[in-house]
């Protein structure tokens, strides 16, 4: 009988779903951000647990959020200094390679949420009009490094001896020498 009240409380429920507040939706700051950063930050809001009161701990590393979003791995490290330009997301702890040489990703706090009894900072909200410019440069986008050509030595292998090339010489020999011979004949 219990189990039969339980499906009946499911029936109201909703599925899963990630929250996003109507006030950091009309935020200057919100309308700022590029498309891709906004499902950036759904993607990693979407991580947190309002039973685990994870924020601060929440963490999505460039490789999967690549796959994720269909995108390169730079550009997510972009998104990601977009979001902490704008105040969305503050680095909690930075990423490292672990003791058994498997890397670590970076932890982020959400500012929209709160913190260990502390309440949201909603720092986009306090956002300056300043304008996120990349000082990161990709490597990616540069050229590939030209390697030097080798220097050759001195001599020319078919340098022209009176306009002609050795090998114009060497034909114009051959046919004298073909020609006298065909005199003889």
């Known amino acids: 009988m219990g189990r039969n009240r339980h499906r009946d409380g499911d029936k109201n429920r909703l599925p899963p779903f990630v929250p996003l507040l109507v006030e950091t939706l009309d935020s200057p700051a919100w309308q700022a951000l590029s498309h891709k950063s906004k499902i950036l930050y759904i993607a990693l809001k979407r991580r947190y647990s309002s039973k685990l009161h994870n924020n601060g701990r929440l963490f999505l590393s460039q490789r999967k959020a690549a796959a994720e979003l269909g995108s390169h791995h730079n550009q997510i490290a972009r998104w990601y200094r977009e979001l902490q330009h704008f105040g969305f997301i503050v680095m909690h702890a930075p990423g490292f390679l672990g003791v058994e040489g498997i890397g670590q990703a970076p932890r982020w706090r959400l500012t929209e949420l709160g913190h260990m009894g502390d309440p949201p900072t909603r720092d ?4 300056n009009g300043e304008e996120f410019v990349d000082q990161k440069k990709s490597r990616a986008a540069n050229p590939a490094r030209t390697v030097r050509e080798k220097r050759r ?12 090339s ?19 004949i």
């Open 166 to 184: 050795v090998l114009e010489k060497l034909h114009k020999d051959l046919g004298q020498d073909n020609a006298g011979k065909a005199a003889q």
């Open 153 to 164: 030595g001195c001599v020319q292998e078919s340098s022209p001896i009176n306009g002609n």
């Open 124 to 127: 986009y909200l306090r956002w």
